[in-house]
């Protein structure tokens, strides 16, 4: 079965450095997001891309946190520096396009960050 | 901007009981979905909801979809300690594709 795969699964790192999380989505999906949960709360979407396009990054902190999707199909989420208050899980997702229908999102394991 | 609120956020409940989760949203949307997490884990669609009226029901779980009320709800019959888990619900919001999800419910199935 065709699965979301994201690496590193756990990544831990000291303020102010950089950090980088890679996203490949299922085959044939043209749209990618990425999300971020803190814990205990629901995820919120830091971006989202339609090809190598972005659609939405209306909540991609962008002093810090860049993303792209260079040749539409796998993705990189870089944030430097980290702060403390990046820790979370970032979990990327992918949909199909189908205009006649709805776009389930199908969720990757995610990438657990903590920020010493 | 589309606010969702679930209720409660944490359920401890019984086996074999029934219970409901409540999803309100704050602006029109025809589109809600339901997702599954475990602890450290990621989320797993549990159900799509695409119109006013809509159920689905995957054995002990069913889901609904009152688009006018803005409330979907997910009803858990004689439940059992493997649904224990955060449950959230997810707004499609305008169109867009971009969910909008509320904080969750922590379900705890006791023996």
């Known amino acids: 079965e065709a699965e979301v795969a994201q690496s590193p699964r756990y990544k831990i790192t000291e303020k102010s450095q950089a950090v980088a999380f890679w996203c490949d989505p299922i085959s044939g999906h043209a749209t990618l997001y990425w999300y971020r949960q803190i814990l205990g709360q629901g995820p919120e979407l830091l971006v989202q891309?339609?090809?190598?396009?972005?659609?939405?990054d209306s909540q991609l902190p962008k002093d810090r946190f860049s993303a792209e999707r260079l040749k539409g199909v796998d993705s990189t989420l870089k944030i430097q520096p980290a702060e403390l208050g990046d820790s979370a899980m970032y979990l990327c997702?992918?949909?199909?396009?189908?205009?006649?229908?709805?776009?389930?999102?199908?969720f990757g394991p995610g990438t657990r960050l903590t920020v010493l | 901007e589309l606010k969702v609120e679930q209720n409660p956020l944490f359920l401890s409940m019984q086996e074999g009981k029934n219970y409901t989760i409540y999803c309100n949203y704050s602006?029109?949307?025809?589109?809600l979905y339901w997702y599954r997490q475990d602890p450290g884990k990621s989320l797993e669609s549990l159900f799509v909801l695409l119109s006013n009226g809509a159920v689905k029901q995957e054995g002990r779980l069913m889901a609904s979809l009152d688009t006018k009320a803005r409330l979907s709800t997910l009803h858990i019959t004689a439940a059992v300690h493997d649904l224990s888990a955060t449950y959230f619900c997810?707004?499609?919001?305008?169109?867009?594709?971009?969910?909008?999800f509320g904080k969750g419910t922590k379900l705890t199935v006791n023996p």
């Open positions: 997810a707004v499609e919001w305008g169109g867009s594709e971009k969910l909008v």
């Open positions: 891309f339609q090809d190598e396009s972005v659609v939405d």
């Open positions: 997702a992918s949909s199909l396009v189908d205009l006649s229908s709805y776009n389930e999102q199908f």
């Open positions: 602006t029109t949307s025809d589109r």
